[in-house]
């Protein structure tokens, strides 16, 4: 442990002593500093990983008449990019699992880049769409919870997101755009 991080320590610890005095103890003691690191820095790590996680999950959008569609999505961590892989008003293990098969056709030559799939331990997700990405080499994660933050925040957003039929919308201005003057 460096000499900064003990002063950082004692300092939270309401100790008053300066970062200098600190270093003078632990050099009289003998204990060199700590050794500078090779490794990379913990933000370049994440980088270089994000570079090969996806992450899938279903989401539910709303269609005229009040069917609710459900949509399967895979996000790329790196650039962010979202992937639409399919949608379906009654999602099973067997349509997930082509979907799966979709994405590898999709990914091509990139598909070796991936090193994790993360998803949610949903009934949609079988041994099956397992068996399609580890045969490809990508072993997927299943959260612990298939409640994970990342959904709460989604359900929150959803509900301030406005429906995306036509007519009007209570709880919505009613003016019109700039671009559409009525």
Not at 84 to 98: F, K, N, R
Not at 109 to 121: C, G, K, L, N, W
Not at 150 to 164: K, S
């Amino acid at each position: 442990m460096g000499y900064r991080r003990i002063h950082g320590e004692l300092a939270g610890l309401g100790v008053k002593v300066a970062a200098s005095t600190a270093w003078e103890i632990l050099k009289k003691a003998g204990i060199d500093p700590a050794p500078r690191r090779t490794a990379p820095a913990w933000s370049q790590f994440l980088r270089s990983q994000a570079e090969a996680i996806l992450a899938c999950d279903f989401f539910t959008a709303g269609l005229p008449g009040g069917t609710q569609a459900h949509v399967l999505a895979v996000i790329e961590h790196a650039t962010r990019r979202i992937r639409i892989l399919g949608v379906t008003l009654q999602p099973s293990g067997e349509w997930t699992t082509q979907q799966a098969r979709n994405l590898l056709m999709d990914l091509g030559e990139q598909a070796h880049r991936v090193t994790f799939m993360i998803r949610d331990r949903g009934p949609n997700f079988t041994a099956a769409f397992d068996a399609v990405l580890a045969d490809a080499g990508i072993p997927d994660r299943a959260l612990q919870r298939p409640d994970a933050p990342h959904e709460r925040d989604r359900r929150t957003l959803d509900r301030r997101m406005p429906p995306r039929t036509p007519g009007s919308h209570p709880g919505l201005e009613s003016e019109p755009s700039a671009a559409d003057p009525a």
